[in-house]
């Protein structure tokens, strides 16, 4: 809870807005894929709760929202894909493969645990739903970073809701600000958390495509 009450003073006080997501040209470099570890949000009480939302967030043209197919919360994004890294932030298909197997491992006896959507807030590159289990996707991430050698990264878990598209510190006007603090306290719903995907997200095709799946991680524990 303090987390995403720290990002939501912080964008509230610096009203700054920025590119955000995979669209970015100067994020994704000319790369055509990238890999992530994530949990697909794919429940229809979310997607009706989810609505109201998308609804607020409409009228402002800089907010790019995200459609059904790609609802998911990112636990690792782990690079671009190409046939032989040469440079920080690229990954073989090979190395994902024993990430996979990694994962798996470390995995074994991670339990299923339910997440409660809720509360709209907002990054400068996005507007998102805090998820709130208690420190469980926390977890579930650093089990995967432990059991692959991998850092963790910062920042909360969330479900994106829509990236903004601005050129980096224009400002949020007033409008979009008080858009997302009408929602602060918005009941989305709760999910089951009963398995982790591997996945490719093609960069050059539609602005939204559906990740492809490698690999469903079960949670058994």
């Known amino acids: 809870m303090e987390a995403y009450a720290r990002v939501w003073e912080k964008f509230r006080q610096e009203r700054r807005l920025e590119f955000g997501g995979h ?7 000319g790369h055509a894929l990238s890999a992530s570890f994530m949990v697909p949000v794919d ?3 979310v997607r009706t709760r989810l609505e109201p939302l998308r609804d607020a967030l409409r009228p402002f043209p800089f907010v790019s929202l ?3 197919r790609f609802l998911h919360v990112t636990l690792l994004l782990l690079g671009f894909v190409v046939p032989e890294p040469g440079s920080e932030g690229e990954i073989s298909r090979e190395r994902l493969r024993g990430l996979e197997s990694e994962a798996r491992e ?10 409660e959507l809720a509360n709209l807030n907002a990054f400068p590159g996005a507007v998102f739903v805090e998820a709130h289990d208690g420190g469980m996707l926390r977890r579930l991430r650093d089990a995967i970073c432990k059991g692959c050698g991998i850092s963790s990264p910062s920042g909360p878990p969330h479900l994106t809701v829509g990236y903004v598209h601005a050129s980096d ?11 997302v603090e009408r929602y602060r306290d918005w009941p989305v719903g709760e999910i089951l958390v009963e398995g982790v995907e591997l996945t490719l997200l093609n960069l ?12 469903k991680i079960k949670l058994e524990g």
């Open 169 to 179: 510190g224009s400002p949020a006007p007033e409008e979009f600000v008080a858009a």
């Open 66 to 68: 995200h459609p059904n």
């Open 23 to 29: 669209t970015d040209p100067n994020w994704h470099n």
């Open 106 to 115: 470390a995995l074994r006896e991670f339990p299923a645990f339910p997440v």
């Open 204 to 215: 050059g095709a539609a602005e939204y495509p559906e990740p492809e799946t490698l690999a």
């Open 43 to 45: 429940a229809p009480e």
